[in-house]
């Protein structure tokens, strides 16, 4: 490969690297964390700390704080090379494994909390009859019912790898 195949590959990455930051933010995801991601994902390599604080300009705590969310998330591993103390990072290549995962900690993170804080919103209700109570029992129960739906569609399809991939294969996805 030449100089010019590698300058406009590393112009794609650094493109990719900054939309996947900027979609991130409208998904609630910190942009940083989300460049880490990208960068891993779309370089297919595993990084050094120093690697990524210096393709990413961001501070050593900034990388530090991200790749450990991102570890959390299980998107992202840890690795060390044989005989070598310094970690590498390296991304989940499968974009659908990579989307179920994300899936899977969002629900747990966001969606699982709702659903609760609903369910306890609707037994601290005083039982008064009265036509405010009655208005807030109803929006609350519709809204235990989508959540409900929510968590069915889950268990059918992200619980698990193999519901996961039944569920592709639905869809005509071939493993």
Known sequence: MNSNEEIKIREVQEQFISEWGRMSSAWG?????AQIHALLFITGRPHSTDEIIERLHISR???SMNLHDLMDWAIVKRTRNQGERKDLYYSETDPW??????VRERKRREVDPTAQAIEECLLNLPHSES??????????EGLREVFGI???IYEQV??????FY??????GRKD
Request: glycine residues 2%; without cysteine.
């Open 97 to 102: 494994q990579m989307f179920a995962r994300v």
């Open 166 to 171: 039944q569920t592709l294969k639905l869809f």
């Open 150 to 152: 929510v968590d069915v």
């Open 158 to 163: 992200f619980k698990t790898d193999e519901t």
């Open 131 to 140: 036509e405010e109570e009655l208005i807030l029992k109803q929006r609350l």
């Open 61 to 63: 705590g900034n990388a």
């Open 29 to 33: 995801i910190n942009r940083t964390m």
